[in-house]
């Protein structure tokens, strides 16, 4: 499966998004008791399955897509369930390495609005759109009957409508702030929340590079009755080599007799960025601790996880397009300042036939509610041209308003764009190097329909999944000020 290759008609899925939505209730609402009760209307089809629960700030994505190339590999049926997604509703759900087709998503959509219909208390306190659609991905993910799924949360942990599952374990990767509305607003509160995602009697993951946070991470299992582990004192990637083709590193072991394995060298992953080392080395540490210690993924072996890891596919995250120039461009979703700070230190090694590849230009866009500053200020160390865009979104910042904010930053604004496609078009031509987009997904979504799926990568023309922010459903929640985040929650 190759992403943009396999998506079906953007039509179907616009549409099917849509209507999840005018279902739902509005906006993000933390809680398990309505997700609670629709699974039990559905026959509870998260019980019964081994499952892996994937949290933290960034890198949630990056490290579920490895689990699933790896398990996959060794011959298992997986489900990978993971969000936002970038293009199509359709991204957020793999069977084996496959999208589930509309047909799937169709017939258990229809399942899911006749149980709530029967029920006179989800009428009366619908589901929110995350909540309907996590029920949904479970519901097609039982009848596929996977052999292990692999759950993105989608914010927090303690009320994220995927804690509804009783997982074989929980992995937490690095915490930054994101979210501060709904999780708080310091780390310690954040990681709170991700942490208590933690199970009794259940092993428990967290990177460990904050050691601010690993003394409450032990201490939020120890409450609740949860094994602690700290990744990074089990293993660690070593001798990183960043290219535009991918990243190279060495799984280092730490603890033998923790995982059962030994050093292994010369691992590649698809996936370019220092970071992705880190993800993708956590991501193994924890299937091999779960093969010796829990009996899970016998077959898992060094020849898989090599294998694996080499056909992981995870877009928008450092992705490489070539224009039509030849020119290189460079899609990321990072949102906020941990991921900011991430892409730039990689930038900063990335090399390209031997050489460090020279950044020539940011095409930025960032949704209002985001604390954007502290990632303009991580931005400038790039010490190039920024082209300041906005998106066909409410939540949008201005571009005006992003420029002003940016030269405050010290950034050099070269021009101020209501399109994203022209802000890039712009870059493009009026600078040489690597053009990095970035400060949201869904920039890196519009663009990357724009340019993929309009020069015909797609069976289907392009259709402007934006239209559905136009929408009457829309615009009364703006008229009444009500909490709304749109469909990609």
Not at 444 to 461: A, C, D, F, H, T
Not at 466 to 482: G, M, T
């Amino acid at each position: 499966m190759k992403f943009c290759a396999d998506l079906e008609d953007f039509d179907d899925f616009d549409a099917l998004t849509v209507e999840i939505e005018r279902f739902s209730s509005f906006g993000i609402r933390p809680g398990l008791k309505r997700i609670s009760r629709l699974l039990r209307l559905l026959g509870n089809p998260e019980k019964g399955m081994s499952a892996i629960q994937i949290l933290g700030t960034n890198g949630k994505g990056s490290s579920a897509a490895v689990m699933d190339a790896m398990l996959t590999a060794a011959g298992m049926k997986t489900a990978l369930y993971t969000s936002p997604h970038l293009i199509s509703l359709q991204e957020r759900l793999r069977l084996s390495g496959c999208y589930a087709p509309f047909s799937d998503w169709n017939a258990h959509w229809r399942k899911i609005v006749r149980a709530v219909e029967s029920d006179a208390e989800l009428r009366a306190d619908k589901p929110s759109f995350f909540e309907h659609f996590t029920a949904l991905a479970l519901s097609i993910i039982r009848e596929a009957r996977a052999d292990v799924l692999i759950l993105e949360a989608g914010m927090g942990g303690r009320y994220d409508a995927t804690s509804v599952c009783d997982p074989a374990a929980v992995m937490i990767n690095p915490i930054g702030m994101d979210h501060t509305q709904y999780l708080g607003d310091t780390p310690e509160a954040i990681a709170g929340e991700k942490f208590a995602a933690a199970k009794n009697g259940k092993d428990a993951f967290y990177a460990g590079d904050d050691e601010r946070l690993t003394g409450l991470f032990a201490e939020y299992c120890r409450d609740i009755g949860a094994l602690p582990h700290l990744l990074d004192s089990l293993a660690r990637p070593e001798d990183i080599r960043c290219g535009v083709e991918g990243t190279f590193f060495s799984y280092r072991v730490l603890d033998p007799e923790a995982l059962g394995t030994r050093d292994i060298s010369g691992l590649k992953t698809p996936l370019p960025g220092r970071h992705q080392a880190f993800n993708a080395a956590r991501a193994i540490t924890v299937l091999l601790y779960l093969k010796k210690h829990a009996s899970l993924f016998p077959t898992l072996n060094e020849e898989i996880i090599r294998r694996g890891l080499a056909r992981t596919d995870w877009p928008g995250r450092m992705e490489i397009i070539r224009g039509a120039d030849g020119q290189m461009i460079m899609l990321d979703g990072a949102h906020n300042e941990h991921g900011a700070r991430a892409l730039v230190s990689s930038l900063q090694n990335l090399e390209h036939d031997g050489e460090k590849v020279k950044v020539g230009a940011l095409v930025f866009a960032v949704m209002s509610d985001k604390d954007f500053i502290p990632i303009l200020n991580v931005l400038k160390e790039l010490d190039c041209p920024m082209f300041c865009a906005q998106l066909p979104l409410e939540r949008s910042l201005r571009a005006s308003e992003l420029a002003r904010h940016a030269k405050a930053s010290g950034l050099a604004v070269a021009g101020v764009f209501e399109n994203p496609a022209d802000a890039l078009e712009s870059a493009l031509a009026k600078t040489d190097g690597l053009t990095v987009c970035c400060g949201s997904l869904y920039l890196v979504g519009y663009l990357e329909r724009e340019m993929k799926y309009k020069q015909g990568i797609s069976k289907n023309p392009f259709s402007d999944r934006f239209q559905y922010y136009e929408s009457s459903i829309y615009q009364s929640c703006i008229s009444q000020k009500r909490d709304f985040r749109g469909p990609q929650q």
